[in-house]
């Protein structure tokens, strides 16, 4: 079972859970209750089929046991074996499959899952991200009724709300993910933005989403990094990306950096591969909500990035051209957008994936992140984008 943050952080699997020692057809026997802080919460075989309720509890006891963390008392709560069984059994009840398919949360299964949480526990609790609520922010009703995956993620004052399990092709939304890499490698080589590269136009595919070919048709021209960072981020131009991943590191570089920021996500394929392969389109994922927690990192200037740097990934973000049917459209005039999209392939009655990732302040002043994925849709790309847009639309209302 992939194991990700956000399901150490909301809720939202509509499934029954069993426990090991319940016969199908019969009542599962009661668990002994603890009654330490922090302690695994016990639940009755009607408790376990109300999975948000149960989570509720196992909050209240996260909030009980270290209502200040700091990293010696997020060392000691791990270090006691019923917070850590609690950990598990809360991850394991909210790991949203099918009922059939859903594991009842045994004491060996969740000891087992306990090495892949630990240190991801830690971070989130020192990153300043609070237990949070649920999916019950999130318009549910809306987007069960979609022809499609559909993922939400909304982060705001320190809670973060999901919706939708599993991970999702990061389309281009990888290019936030390579623009934050490339700006560390470049602080640590001591490169300027104003610095260039040289080019070589045979060097750029031509069969590929590309306004730098249009723009430049000298048989070898010169590009700053500025300027492929814009055409990364604000055109989604594949071959600046891939010019980045030439001279700055390929995925598998990308993919160490996004782990020693604690984000989940997978990345192993350039733009060349996942055009030369479209199945490959897979081999770059991750969930809203880890997208979530990386643009809390950039919004907060938490990447560990000079001042400057972090004000570039800023300006760059919030001239993003694209998606403007998406997120954007469901914003009140005068709000500021910062964000990046992904678009997958699409026909007129199927798109394979539409995402955008966005921090967002409205013109009362209030703040939030809200990533939104959506894939395999039995819709043209208009029509999926409109599903973006109207999310977008009730959470901008609230």
């Known amino acids: 079972m992939v194991m990700a943050l956000a399901l150490l952080v909301a809720g939202g699997g509509a499934y029954s859970c069993k426990r090991a020692d319940s016969a199908p057809g019969k009542a599962a026997k009661k668990v002994e209750k603890k009654t330490m802080p922090g302690s695994y919460i016990a639940a009755t075989s009607e408790d376990w089929t109300k999975p948000e309720a149960v989570a509720s509890k196992l909050d209240a006891a ?7 963390p700091t990293p010696e008392k997020v060392k000691a709560f791990l270090a006691d074996p019923s917070n850590r069984l609690m950990l598990a059994q809360r991850a394991l009840l909210l790991a949203d499959k099918p009922v059939a398919e859903q594991v009842a949360p045994t004491r060996a299964k969740a000891e087992a899952e306990l090495k892949k949480i630990d240190e991801e526990f830690a971070k989130l609790l020192l990153g300043g991200v609070a237990l949070g609520s649920g999916s019950e922010r999130l318009p549910r009703a809306y987007i069960a009724e979609q022809p499609a995956h559909v993922g939400v993620a909304l982060l705001e004052g320190g809670q973060l709300h999901t919706l939708g399990a599993g991970e999702f092709p990061l389309m281009s939304v990888v290019k936030l993910h390579q623009a934050c890499y490339v700006l560390h490698r470049m602080a640590e080589l001591g490169l300027r933005p104003e610095d260039t590269l040289l080019i070589h136009y045979s060097e750029l595919r031509q069969d590929t989403y590309s306004p730098m070919l249009q ?94 740097y972090a004000d570039l990934l800023d300006e760059l973000l919030s001239g993003c051209k694209t998606g403007t049917a998406r997120i954007a459209a469901g914003l009140p005039p005068g709000a500021t957008l910062l ?24 013109p009362n002043g209030r703040r939030y992140i809200l990533v939104i994925f959506c894939a395999e849709a039995s819709l043209s790309l208009p029509q999926t984008e409109a599903i973006l847009a109207e999310i977008s639309t009730r959470i901008a209302a609230e």
């Open 215 to 308: 723009d430049h048709r000298d048989s070898v021209f010169r590009l700053s990094l500025r300027e492929l960072l814009t055409y990364s981020l604000q055109l989604s131009d594949n071959n600046a990306c891939d010019i980045l991943f030439r001279h700055f590191g390929g995925p598998a570089e990308l993919q160490r950096y996004m782990q020693s920021l604690g984000i989940d996500c997978k990345i192993g394929a350039t733009e060349a591969e996942m055009h030369d392969t479209p199945a490959r389109i897979h081999d770059n994922r991750s969930t809203p909500s880890a997208t979530a927690r990386l643009l809390a990192l950039i919004s907060e200037h938490r990447l560990g990035l000079p001042p400057t």
């Open 339 to 362: 964000h990046k999209t992904g678009t997958g392939p699409c026909t007129p009655t199927h798109t394979c994936g539409v995402n955008d990732a966005a921090y967002i302040i409205l």
């Open 62 to 68: 996260l909030a009980a046991a270290l209502p200040e």
